[in-house]
């Protein structure tokens, strides 16, 4: 009998109750002054305005249960990267440059090849970014972390100004999603990946390939091609449903799809297509969106700078605020996200 969980919720992750607990936090924190700060795209970063043009976007991450297979592993560079990662890809999506970064490292015991590895891969990441590391802290807690365990936490800063802020509300119907291919699984949906692809399996190493640094083409389009996206969607938690996020007044639809990396088509083995979708990038870790006359430009950015990038739908009449994902590998008719 097959006792492997079947869904995030299964796995011990409940999407529903963290969202639940964000809108009451954002309740409870409610201030004046909250409504100085500038409506920007998604809800990837909070941008807070500096002067009439220009505004400070910052956001803030983690790489969840990807630690735990990185101490079953040993391997701690990879996950210096996705911490950057996580936080730099969110404050593009709002037509941030992300310029800072900073982390929280807690741990019961400094070990010094394991932080001086961790260290090594954050900076990497931020080079990859073009972010300086401009601080942080080390925490020692032997009281809270045992066997080596440990937590990161990243923290991000980017400038943009009124003119390049991305909001979605410019996004209409006829409009192109471009997606681009993500490196493999990146950081979320670790918890169930983890219980499914069992430790003697060789594709549990592909789950901790670094996730990919978008930075560079996209900051270039920012750039050298100003009002080309019209707004972006980092796949992240909650997977494909990321695509509504710009504008959740519009429906999106997919026909098209990426390569689905080798770990994860082995999980959609042990997990319905619809739950893949919604947990998983499936093959996309970001998702561009575009009127169709700007669509060869952005495919030529990320084709110059080494990021297989293709157009997989359009913005539709649908259904608001969902996705209608057509042609999934594995899935016998479409579904709505």
């Given at each position: 009998?097959?006792?492997?969980?079947?869904?995030?919720?299964?796995?011990?992750?409940?999407?529903?109750?963290?969202?639940?607990?964000?809108?009451?936090?954002?309740?409870?924190a409610?201030?004046?002054?909250?409504?100085?700060?500038?409506?920007?795209?998604?809800?990837?970063?909070?941008?807070?305005?500096?002067?009439?043009?220009?505004?400070?976007?910052?956001?803030?991450?983690?790489?969840?249960?990807?630690?735990?297979?990185?101490?079953e592993?040993?391997?701690?560079?990879?996950?210096?990267?996705?911490?950057?990662?996580?936080?730099?890809?969110?404050?593009?999506?709002?037509?941030?440059?992300?310029v800072?970064?900073?982390?929280?490292?807690?741990?019961?015991?400094?070990?010094?090849?394991?932080?001086?590895?961790?260290?090594?891969?954050?900076?990497?990441?931020?080079?990859?970014?073009g972010?300086?590391?401009?601080?942080g802290?080390?925490?020692?807690?032997?009281?809270?972390?045992?066997?080596?365990?440990?937590?990161?936490?990243?923290?991000?800063?980017?400038?943009?100004t009124?003119?390049?802020?991305?909001?979605?509300?410019?996004?209409?119907?006829?409009?192109?999603?471009?997606?681009?291919?993500?490196?493999?699984?990146?950081?979320?949906?670790?918890?169930?990946?983890?219980?499914?692809?069992?430790?003697?399996?060789?594709?549990?190493?592909?789950?901790?390939?670094?996730?990919?640094?978008?930075?560079?083409?996209?900051?270039?389009?920012?750039?050298?091609?100003p009002?080309?996206?019209?707004a972006?969607?980092?796949?992240?938690?909650?997977?494909?449903?990321?695509?509504?996020?710009?504008n959740?007044?519009?429906?999106?639809?997919?026909?098209?799809?990426?390569?689905?990396?080798?770990?994860?088509?082995?999980?959609a083995?042990?997990?319905?297509?619809?739950?893949?979708y919604?947990?998983?990038?499936?093959?996309?870790?970001?998702?561009?969106?575009?009127?169709?006359?700007?669509v060869?430009?952005i495919?030529?950015?990320?084709?110059?700078?080494?990021?297989e990038a293709?157009?997989?739908?359009?913005?539709?009449?649908?259904?608001?605020?969902a996705?209608?994902?057509?042609?999934?590998?594995?899935?016998?008719?479409?579904f709505?996200?």
């Amino acid at each position: 009998m097959n006792k492997d969980p079947r869904s995030y919720a299964e796995a011990g992750v409940d999407i529903h109750k963290a969202e639940s607990f964000v809108t009451r936090l954002k309740v409870s924190a409610r201030r004046k002054g909250h409504e100085r700060l500038w409506h920007a795209s998604g809800g990837y970063a909070s941008v807070y305005p500096v002067s009439e043009n220009q505004g400070v976007a910052m956001t803030t991450d983690g790489v969840g249960t990807k630690l735990l297979l990185a101490l079953e592993k040993n391997n701690f560079e990879g996950i210096g990267i996705d911490l950057v990662a996580m936080c730099a890809n969110d404050l593009i999506c709002v037509g941030a440059k992300p310029v800072a970064f900073l982390d929280y490292y807690a741990t019961g015991a400094l070990d010094d090849r394991v932080s001086d590895s961790l260290l090594s891969g954050i900076i990497k990441g931020c080079d990859l970014a073009g972010m300086l590391l401009v601080g942080g802290e080390t925490a020692e807690l032997p009281d809270l972390y045992d066997h080596g365990h440990f937590d990161l936490a990243g923290f991000a800063m980017g400038t943009v100004t009124r003119e390049s802020l991305i909001t979605g509300d410019g996004l209409a119907k006829g409009d192109i999603l471009i997606g681009v291919a993500s490196s493999g699984i990146h950081s979320n949906g670790l918890s169930l990946a983890r219980k499914i692809i069992g430790a003697d399996n060789p594709l549990r190493d592909d789950l901790l390939i670094p996730t990919h640094i978008y930075v560079a083409p996209v900051v270039r389009l920012f750039s050298e091609y100003p009002g080309t996206i019209k707004a972006l969607a980092h796949i992240t938690g909650g997977g494909w449903t990321n695509v509504t996020r710009p504008n959740d007044s519009l429906g999106y639809t997919i026909e098209d799809h990426l390569p689905v990396p080798p770990a994860l088509a082995e999980i959609a083995g042990s997990v319905p297509a619809r739950e893949m979708y919604r947990t998983f990038n499936m093959g996309m870790g970001l998702c561009l969106m575009a009127a169709p006359e700007n669509v060869e430009t952005i495919l030529r950015v990320f084709d110059q700078s080494g990021f297989e990038a293709r157009p997989v739908g359009e913005i539709s009449s649908g259904k608001k605020a969902a996705l209608t994902v057509k042609g999934a590998p594995g899935a016998e008719r479409e579904f709505d996200l």
